[in-house]
């Protein structure tokens, strides 16, 4: 049988705070029906900068995307480019940048905020949001559950073999009201019951799911460095493939080529890191 995947990840989310306020996640990890691992990102720990590296599977030193300020069509095989290649249904739910990065930039607010292309080389399905507007005082971000409910809505029209979900609003919130507070208690809370009812959905329909983010943040809300609150995270793997001892680290370039070998999909060259499933 074909394997799908899904890979959710939500944008800024340190190791602290996954293992402290996601309870659902780390239930099923207690009981067996996930796997958990720390993960720790490229350098920069800037969010355009490892969204690259998580699709290409190589350093931000060798696609040149070095920061939210710079961010063009990648020349690197990703892992959208790779699944197409072997016929695969592809969407993403997701920031903007995400389209830019991979698809075409700049981002065309009309033509881009939605596209249905069974014939694209990388994404056939894809749902942006901007957040343009976005600021200390005024995320602009959607609610995690109508980005949810819109992968979901994608799996079951268009058929997807890989989904790719990406949610700002933890990120947000941790610029905004940094870490040591309710606010942020809060939102995390928020976040894990939101996406937690999905999870056995998409198992239902066929799905391994990955949840992760693409770096974390410290105690004032900054990322960008190489400390361990700026590059630790955790990824959660529901599925039945078997992965190293819980205790390993893994690293963010490891992710393409995993979800390729998982998806039965030929690893290119580029990608140099090993798959750990
Ligand atoms: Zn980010």
């Known amino acids: 049988m074909d394997r799908k995947l899904l890979l959710i990840i939500l944008d ?11 309870g659902n996640l780390e239930g099923w990890v207690a009981a067996g029906e996930a796997q958990r691992w720390k993960m720790r990102s490229v350098p920069p720990s800037t969010s355009a900068s490892c969204y690259a590296s998580i699709h290409t599977g190589v350093t931000p030193q060798e696609h040149g995307c070095t ?30 940048f995400w389209s830019e990065l991979f698809n ?17 080389a990388t994404i056939n399905h894809g749902r942006f949001h901007s957040m343009t507007g976005y600021g ?46 309710q606010e942020m208690d809060h939102a995390c809370f928020v976040a894990d019951e939101m996406l937690a009812p999905f999870i056995p959905k998409w198992r239902a329909a066929g799905y391994d799911v990955i949840v ?27 599925g039945a493939a078997q ?12 992710l393409a080529p995993t979800i390729l070998n998982r998806l039965g ?13």
């Not at 800024?12 to 996601?22: A, E, K, Q, S, T």
């Not at 075409?104 to 694209?120: C, L």
């Not at 992965?243 to 490891?254: A, I, K, R, V, W």
């Open 104 to 120: 075409r930039s700049p981002f065309d607010y009309v033509r881009d905020i939605e596209y249905d292309e069974p014939d694209s």
């Open 12 to 22: 800024g989310v340190p190791w602290r705070n996954w293992r402290r306020l996601f």
């Open 67 to 96: 920061g939210n300020g710079n961010v063009f069509r990648l020349r690197q095989p990703d892992v959208f480019s790779e699944l197409r290649k072997a016929g695969k249904v592809t969407g993403a739910v997701a920031h903007s």
């Open 212 to 238: 992760t983010a693409d770096h974390g943040q410290d105690a004032r809300g900054h990322h960008g460095g190489t400390c361990d609150l700026h590059q630790e995270f955790a990824l959660y793997y529901f």
């Open 136 to 181: 200390h005082a005024n995320q602009m971000t959607p609610s995690d559950v109508d980005l949810h409910a819109t992968l979901t809505n994608l799996c079951l029209k268009h058929g997807l073999d890989y989904g790719l979900l990406h949610s700002c609003t933890l990120d947000s919130m941790g610029h905004r009201f940094y870490h040591d507070c």
């Open 243 to 254: 992965g190293p001892d819980m205790d390993e680290t893994l690293h963010q370039l490891q």
């Open 265 to 277: 999909v030929p690893i290119p060259a580029t990608m140099k890191a090993p798959p750990f499933l």
